[in-house]
């Protein structure tokens, strides 16, 4: 992992240095997430899941409801815990 710098532009935009986006293989059009921490920032790279990726993730969903009796009561009960956080 290298060191380099880059600086804001006048729109507020950053330059991710091509070392980084050859090594990361960044294309034009890819998503970040930025994640903030006091004086840090992360840039993630975030990835629209494929419909067959989905579909995977649905049906394993389903199997743990089902394998754990889970009901759709105990979704919502999960939710609104969530959403209390």
């Known amino acids: 992992m290298g060191v380099d710098t880059t600086t804001v532009g006048e729109r507020g935009q950053i330059v991710i240095p091509q070392s980084v986006r050859v090594h990361q293989k960044i294309q034009k059009g890819d998503t970040f997430m930025v994640l903030e921490k006091g004086d840090l920032l992360v840039l993630k790279r975030v990835k629209?899941?494929?419909?067959?990726?989905?579909?995977?993730?649905?049906?394993?969903?389903?199997?743990?409801?089902?394998?754990?009796?889970l009901t759709e009561k105990d979704l919502k009960e999960a939710v609104r815990k969530a959403r209390e956080k």
């Open 48 to 69: 629209e899941p494929t419909a067959e990726e989905l579909n995977k993730l649905l049906k394993s969903t389903r199997q743990h409801a089902v394998s754990n009796n």
